[in-house]
């Protein structure tokens, strides 16, 4: 289920205003449409920006809670934060349990207990499989296409947010094309901590409209307000355990299947090891998809811990951990994704790093990818295929 219909099992009034005559009516008649039924739902609220003002007057005067639901794609300029009276939830593409596909055996929470007991489990993904479920996207209306038709409402998707999100997030694209190709520069650099300027330049390649920084800018945060770009912040703890830290954030689309679709490399392509030409990494591209579809994971199972979720990168570049979830205290759970089955001594070097920095601060350390099986190394290193790993 997407955020409408969610939302919609839970209302007893439901107000579309991507509808003209919902729109008018609730426009010509607010306070009374206050009044109907409860909860309230405000389907796509940020069509007519009053309701949020007059559900927080609203609730200033009764402090009923649940009395309303709005959703949107993106918040709207000059409203008021809604602080103290209108929580926000960030719906994201469905993981992988949620897409009903698999039975995860480890969870996060567990994790952060630091009890670092016995890791058990079995799953029957392969490789291809995963390449299947990254390239078939965690968009819920989405999940019962054809390949074929998978495509065109991807292809449809992000000809929209260009030609049209952007503008009623309150930003002009007076070059859709330049836009796209600045897009399809940041799907190249997804799991990276590659410069805007980086992004900007390969977007500029081979053509002369070279987009400003201020426009540049303006994409990047009407793209965020959109839920398209994610970011995962650059862990900065507030002791000297670990000096000279990388500040850039780690950037993600919000589903890999945008990345992929954008990049455009075939299936077959991706399973062979081939990617997009000047990507900057070290692994395969398939290997980028693979971490964003954990990314998506732990945005998910970490929101769902109440705790947040951080990357760690020495300035030097010496050393990095894909995902750091930061628990209670400051202590911390350590998380590399990597594609393939067998766990090398080069995969667990940063984690083992991290140990020797941190001691008891290191909750547990883990290397998510795509085995077979869930178990914990000899030095204590947990291994769990991303399909048994769950809030």
């Given amino acids: 289920m997407g955020k409408t219909e969610t939302a919609r099992q839970r209302a007893k009034t439901f107000v579309r205003l991507n509808r003209e005559r919902d729109f008018q009516l609730a426009d010509a008649q607010m306070d009374s449409y206050l009044l109907k039924p409860a909860p309230v739902l405000f389907d796509e609220w940020q069509r007519l920006p009053q309701v949020w003002e007059a559900v927080k007057d609203s609730v200033d005067e009764d402090k009923t809670p649940a009395r309303f639901l709005l959703t949107g794609s993106a918040p709207v300029d000059d409203t008021h934060s809604g602080a103290g009276r209108i929580p926000s939830l960030r719906m994201r593409p469905l993981t992988l349990p949620e897409r009903l596909v698999c039975t995860p055996s480890v ?19 392969t490789l291809e499989d995963y390449t299947d479920l990254i390239l078939h996207s965690g968009f819920p209306g989405f999940q019962d296409l054809s390949s074929r038709s998978l495509n065109k409402h991807l292809d449809t998707y992000l000809e929209r947010l260009v030609n049209v999100d952007m ?26 901590t590659t410069s805007w300027e980086k992004v900007r330049d390969g977007a500029n390649a081979g053509h002369d409209d070279t987009p400003s920084r201020d426009a540049t800018t303006r994409y990047t945060e009407a793209l965020t307000r959109l839920r398209i770009l994610d970011e995962v912040l650059p862990w900065l703890p507030s002791d000297n355990h670990l000096s000279r830290l990388g500040l850039t954030p780690k950037r993600f689309l919000a589903d890999p299947a945008l990345a992929a679709r954008l990049v455009g490399v075939p299936r077959d392509r991706l399973l062979q090891g081939e990617g997009p030409a000047r990507a900057p990494r070290d692994g395969t591209y398939l290997g980028a998809l693979f971490e964003s579809l954990v990314a998506l994971s732990l945005l998910v199972f970490s929101d769902a811990n ?12 010496h050393h990095e951990v894909d995902f750091i979830v930061v628990g209670q205290g400051g202590r911390v759970v350590a998380l590399e994704a990597k594609l393939g089955n067998t766990v090398r001594p080069e995969h667990v070097s940063h984690l083992k790093w991290l140990k020797e920095k941190l001691g008891d601060r290191l909750l547990d350390a883990v290397v998510v990818n795509t085995g077979s099986d869930a178990y914990r190394r000899n030095d204590g290193i947990g291994v769990v295929p991303l399909s048994l790993l769950g809030p």
Wanted: proline share 4%; net charge positive; charged share 20%.
């Fill in 167 to 192: 503008k009623e997030a309150g930003t002009v694209v007076r070059q859709p094309d330049t836009l796209m190709r600045w897009l399809r520069a940041y799907a190249v650099t997804v799991a990276t």
């Fill in 306 to 317: 109440s705790v947040p979720l951080r990357h760690l990168r020495t300035w030097s570049g």
């Fill in 107 to 125: 969870s996060l929470k567990a994790l952060l207990t630091g009890e670092r007991s016995e890791l058990t489990g079995t799953s029957g993904f």
